[in-house]
């Protein structure tokens, strides 16, 4: 099996390479080649057992996707983005690569013809959905995104459902809620502070919220992530019908709770360490986000979550980026 990862330098896309060549196969197939992709060349985290091949480029810049796809991938993992504060700061640069660059590798793969039909799994994002919300959100929803960058993960969504409807791919989109905790460092996802509130304390620096301790919010860990990722691509395609993107379950936390979590997990000193600084741009932002859903669709679907509370969340990040230890 040759698998392709786009945005295999990201957080997530690092997460899912490491997995994939741990495991070596994905599902019941062996992995026998792998094209990762990047604006970077991404680093090879372990002595892979089968071909690794690297590729830093524009996969938004014109003949790029097609020659990605040259290679007849079976199944395509489709990471690559700018994140939500920066597709908002600059409009033009999100279009390009959120719709133009999806846009662009669906039709890659669409003219390769001669019967190739790759398990496509697009990572989408909760910002499709805008206010007003229900108490919770089923997939049902109406998408009414609120962000340029939601609207972007809306278009994407309507074309996998519809180029796999005609047979050109066999796709699969993942609604992922907010990363939490986020390891590395702070990127330009409005959505940052979520994990930078707890990710900076727990190794002794300081950290901005930026909101109020009202906010609530959807979260699932990268250790999630990755599981729902593999599990998209080596699902049953066809019990998800024709409705081919779902929202990923996960954990509806307020700021507060976060705070409190943490109190729980590592002490009120490590609490201590972050500061209140209000910031208009991010509150507008945030204003717009859903807080809670019904991802029962997806769960009987088989995707699953490690976490069942915020404690958990900090737990696990602690233990996989932190080595079971943090700064008290």
Known sequence: MHVLVLGAAGMVGRKLVERLLRDGRLGS??????????????????????????????????????????????????????????????FDKGYRINLD????????????????????????????????????????????????????????????????????????GIRLPTICIRPGLPNKAASGFFSNILREPLVGKEAI??????????HATPRSAVGFLLHAATMDSSTAGARRNLTMPGLSA????????????????????????PDAFIMGIVDGWPRNFDARRAVKLGFTTDEKTFDDIIRIHIEDELGGKFVA
């Open 29 to 90: 197939r062996d992995i026998t080649r792998m094209t990762l992709q990047d604006v970077v060349a991404p680093a090879i985290p372990a002595k892979p057992g089968f071909p690794v091949d690297t590729v830093a480029g524009d996969f938004a810049v014109a003949g790029f996707a097609g020659k990605l796809v040259a290679g007849r991938p079976d199944v395509i993992f489709h990471l690559a983005a700018i994140v939500s504060g920066e597709a908002e700061l600059d």
């Open 101 to 172: 660059g999806t846009r662009m590798l669906f039709d890659a793969i669409r003219l390769v013809g001669d019967g190739y039909k790759p398990r496509v799994v697009f990572t989408s994002s909760i910002a499709v959905f805008g206010a007003p919300f229900p108490e919770a959100i089923g997939d049902e929803f109406f998408h009414t995104p609120l962000l340029s960058y939601g609207t972007q993960k809306a278009i994407g969504e309507l074309l996998l459902a519809d180029y796999s409807r005609r047979g050109f791919m066999d796709g699969i």
């Open 209 to 218: 919220l930026p909101v109020s301790e009202e906010v609530r919010h959807w």
């Open 254 to 277: 307020t700021v507060g709770e976060q705070i409190a979590a943490l109190k729980r997990v590592a002490g009120d000193k490590v609490a201590g360490r972050i500061k209140r600084e």
